[in-house]
């Protein structure tokens, strides 16, 4: 016997919940048919055609899961109606505050369900975040083969994003071959797959968003050899939602150099060695040289075409600072040459500023209405 519901009153759903919990001890005929899940038991569901189960939170809402799209909704009391919030919660991640009022931080590794596949992605969020107020978003996108764990030992700026206030986000790519990867044009044989990466993005903004307090205004990108090239794609054709992108060790792929065309300015800050036998430095086999890449932003951040340069030192490397201004000195392009600098997130000490800090110092002075006072 399976027991089912037709129609589930959102305004009743505690109610509901606490009768069905009921139920499951009450010795009712056929009551050893119900899947469960913890503590609480799943439900068949005539109307939706699958099964749901229900949660109360640790963060005092209320969540309701349906296996037929694989995603969790939270009940907000103030409009009776149900919220997206993705295909995982965990205390904290779905919801600002906890039950005694205290705010979530710390790394929540969280999924999704998007184009098919399940992908992953660790949300950290600061020791600063409290929920009162909206906080910046940053991306940092691993490279070619590499895992969240390994990029975060060489880019882990999680220490930082307590310091400057954003929530930090390391996706994880989807498999090829055994190797993650991110696509860094559109559909077409540049690309190493077809998995949906552009959408994944949009899914973790839309989801991160929902369960915290995200400036629109001031999403960024940044990422290492193919997850910067990824960041490049996305800053030509996710302009409406990426503020800036960061890029080390990667470049732009012909395509999407040739046809890329953000809808607005997208200011961007690259740094690359000159020994670099991965990516070169200076292009080919489809990789755009790092001149053309900052010629091609320069061009679309309409900034001035020569450049303010200054060189630095970072133990025994040398590092040329370019940086593309307008006619208000407000900074749109820089490159760090780092002469005899390898394919690496540069371990770099320029005047007390690292790699991290370099990246987050340029794109937190932007935002997508334009620069920030």
């Not at 880019?155 to 993650?180: C, H, I, T, W």
């Not at 001031?218 to 910067?228: K, T």
Request: glycine share 10%; hydrophobic share 35%.
């Amino acid at each position: 016997m399976r027991i089912s519901i037709s129609v589930f009153h959102v305004s009743k759903c505690l109610a509901v919940f606490g009768s069905l919990f009921l139920l499951g001890f009450s010795g009712v005929e056929g009551t050893t048919d119900w899947k469960w899940h913890q503590r609480f038991p799943w439900v068949y569901s005539d109307k939706d055609q699958g099964w749901q189960y229900w949660q109360a939170g640790s963060d005092g809402s209320f969540y309701h899961w349906k296996n037929s799209d694989r995603n969790w909704y939270r009940f907000e009391t103030s409009s009776e109606t149900w919220v997206s919030v993705g295909s995982t919660i965990t205390s904290g991640s779905s919801q600002a505050s906890s039950s005694n009022g205290t705010v979530e931080t710390g790394s929540f590794n969280l999924s999704l369900e998007h184009d098919g596949l399940t992908r992953e992605y660790q949300l950290y969020v600061p020791t600063s975040y409290d929920g009162s107020s909206q906080f910046p978003l940053l991306f940092n996108f691993h490279g070619f083969g590499g895992t969240v764990t390994d990029h975060l030992q060489a880019a882990d700026m999680r220490s930082l994003a307590n310091s400057e206030k954003f929530l930090l986000v390391y996706p994880q790519g989807s498999l090829l071959g055994g190797y993650s990867h991110w696509n860094a044009a559109i559909p077409s044989a540049d690309n190493k797959s077809s998995a949906d990466d552009i959408g994944f993005v949009r899914k973790m903004i839309t989801s991160i968003s929902a369960s915290h307090q995200v400036n629109s205004d001031r999403i960024y990108a940044c990422g290492y050899s193919n997850g910067a090239f990824f960041s490049y794609y996305l800053a030509c054709y996710l302009s409406d939602k990426i503020a800036g992108v960061g890029s080390v060790s990667g470049t732009m792929l012909e395509e999407t150099y040739q046809q890329g065309q953000p809808t607005r300015a997208v200011p961007m800050i690259n740094l690359h060695g000159t020994a670099d036998s991965v990516v070169p430095y200076a292009g080919g086999d489809g990789l755009v040289s790092i001149s053309n890449v900052v010629n091609f932003w320069v061009g679309k951040n309409a900034a001035g075409t020569t450049p303010s340069t200054t060189t630095l030192n970072s133990g025994n490397l040398s590092v040329e600072r370019s940086v593309y201004s307008d006619s208000n000195g407000t900074s749109w392009v820089e490159h760090y040459k780092v002469n005899g600098g390898g394919h690496v997130w540069f371990d770099l000490d320029l005047s007390g500023s690292d790699t991290n800090g370099l990246i987050w110092s340029f794109l937190s002075r932007h935002g997508l209405q334009g620069p920030i006072q």
